[in-house]
T-cell receptor
Framework: GDSVTQMEGPVTLSEEAFLTINCTYT??????LFWYVQYPGEGLQLLLK?????DKGSNKGFEATYRKETTSFHLEKGSVQVSDSAVYFC????????????????FGKGTHLIIQP | KAGVTQTPRYLIKTRGQQVTLSCSPI?????VSWYQQTPGQGLQFLFE???????NKGNFPGRFSGRQFSNSRSEMNVSTLELGDSALYLC??????????????FGEGSWLTVV
């Protein structure tokens, strides 16, 4: 079945550092790829998404590019802030056009990011 | 517009009891899916409902069930609660489902503690 692999951390960085969180996936065809963020005590918020190869999703200074050749969707941000401290989840939905749900969203284990002032 | 709303936010139940959680999707969204989040297992898909029909189900025992009403609101039920059912239960909605291209929006979750 489909799977998502990401570094679990915790990842600790200083404010204004460059961030990369790696995410690779296993799936047939061309799944849609997502990054979600979860702040303490809250649900998941969609951060960005990409639905086809070479698409770049971006939001709030975060970016990720859908790389079919390396089956990756790494999250990057040029200068992190303390407020970016959270858990980040990489996820996918399966390819398919019928509208029928397959296996739901498949999530990675989550990466706990800690930004120190 | 209003987001995905889940109630209750927090609840404590005793082993052997049953619990019902409620979810109101974003207006116009017809697909509702449920996920369980625990520290050990991470986020796991429970089931998806679309137009009042269960369209897909994850690998959970029959104690976990759900339904969807004509207004797209959904409930999930867990019977004969076990300690291991303690988790954050997340509801998500999307326009037409979990297939490629759709964006899935999550609620803030219901924290269930089983004692």
């Amino acid at each position: 079945g489909d799977s998502v692999t990401q570094m679990e951390g915790p990842v600790t960085l200083s404010e204004e550092a460059f961030l990369t969180i790696n995410c690779t996936y296993t799936a047939t065809g061309y799944p849609s790829l997502f990054w979600y963020v979860q702040y303490p005590g809250e649900g998941l918020q969609l951060l960005l998404k990409a639905t086809k190869a070479d698409d770049k999703g971006s939001n709030k200074g975060f970016e990720a590019t859908y790389r079919k050749e390396t089956t990756s969707f790494h999250l990057e941000k040029g200068s992190v802030q303390v407020s970016d401290s959270a858990v980040y989840f990489c996820a996918l939905t399966p390819a398919g056009g019928s509208g029928g749900g397959a296996d739901g969203l498949t999530f990675g284990k989550g990466t706990h990011l800690i930004i120190q002032p | 517009k209003a987001g995905v709303t889940q109630t209750p936010r927090y609840l404590i139940k005793t082993r052997g009891q049953q619990v019902t959680l409620s979810c109101s999707p974003i207006s116009g969204h017809r697909s509702v899916s449920w996920y369980q989040q625990t520290p050990g297992q991470g986020l796991q898909f429970l089931f998806e409902y679309f137009s009042e029909t269960q369209r897909n189900k994850g690998n959970f025992p029959g104690r976990f069930s759900g339904r969807q009403f004509s207004n797209s609101r959904s409930e999930m039920n867990v019977s004969t609660l076990e300690l291991g059912d303690s988790a954050l239960y997340l509801c998500a909605s999307s326009l037409t489902g979990l297939h490629s291209g759709n964006t899935i929006y999550f609620g803030e979750g219901s924290w269930l503690t089983v004692v």
